[in-house]
């Protein structure tokens, strides 16, 4: 299984993300599955949603909230172009 890591992120309405991955493959990562786990539950406050940015090897948030680079790419769905 290859690992790609993402290199872009955009936060989007309805707690979705557009990811860039280091393949040039853009994807849809919806985090709403995740909102009711403690870990993710600050991401609810638009404000720390909106604040996402990429780190030396996936996503993060403000407060230290993550996001494994596999995760974000095997449970997102690929733009169509």
Do not use: H
């Not at 406050?45 to 996402?52: D, L, Q, T, W, Y």
């Not at 090897?57 to 909230?65: A, L, P, Q, R």
């Amino acid at each position: 299984m290859n690992s790609y890591y993402p290199v872009g992120v955009k936060p989007l309405e309805d707690y979705k993300l557009l990811v860039t991955f280091d393949n040039d493959e853009k994807r849809i990562f919806d985090v709403k599955p995740y909102l009711d786990e403690r870990f993710f539950a600050p991401l609810r406050n638009a404000a720390v949603f909106n604040s996402v940015r990429v780190s030396p090897v996936s996503i993060e948030w403000t407060g230290g909230i993550d996001m494994c680079p596999d995760e974000l790419y095997f449970n997102s769905e690929p733009i169509q172009s």
